[in-house]
């Protein structure tokens, strides 16, 4: 009588609307994602330097080992990328990434594309979607999440795996929410209390 897994043949994912989710749920998103959402046309052209300069930094003063990569993607590439393209990694494929990154936002608003973004992050295992997520990892709905809840479920997308509360290193979830609400804090979402 109990449950013990779940086959899906695609994702498991549960459509939830931006309407429905607390102010922090978006934020939290947001502040660790993409800071500039609200103020770019699909491609933060300073996130995207700020990445290559800190990519190239990190490679010269680094061991191979231990060089970590940073991205310039917006939460709107992002989407683009997980709902429309393969994940190879090619020149080509970051053009079309560009080009469809400021196609959708010529035809959907901010909030569609944060809403459809946050209906098909991947936040690990069969979950797809912050309604999943949050049943997944907390029994509850995503309108019922709380700051810490919503700033740990905002730090998965980026590496579900490593960031998973259930896999080798739990620590780094933890780590990882606290980033996201520095982050929050930085960005003034929330202040020090």
Known sequence: ??????????????PVQLSNLPEHVKQSTIAIEDQHFYRHFGLDFMGILRAFFFNISSTINHEPSTISLQGGSTITQQLVKITLLTPERSIERKIKEAVLSIATEVIYSKDQI??????????????????????????????????????????????????????????????????????????????HD
């Open 114 to 191: 944060l809403e459809m973004y946050l209906n098909h992050a991947p936040y690990g295992g069969t979950a797809y979607g912050i309604e999943q997520a949050a049943r997944l990892y907390f029994g509850k709905s995503a309108k019922d999440l709380g700051l810490a809840e919503a700033a740990f479920l905002a730090g998965l997308p980026q590496a579900p795996t490593r960031y998973s509360p259930y896999g080798v290193h739990p620590e780094l979830a933890n780590d990882r929410k606290k980033e996201v609400l520095r982050r929050m804090r930085e960005d003034r979402y929330i202040n």
């Open 1 to 14: 009588g109990e449950l013990l897994y779940e086959i899906y043949a695609d994702q498991n994912r549960t």
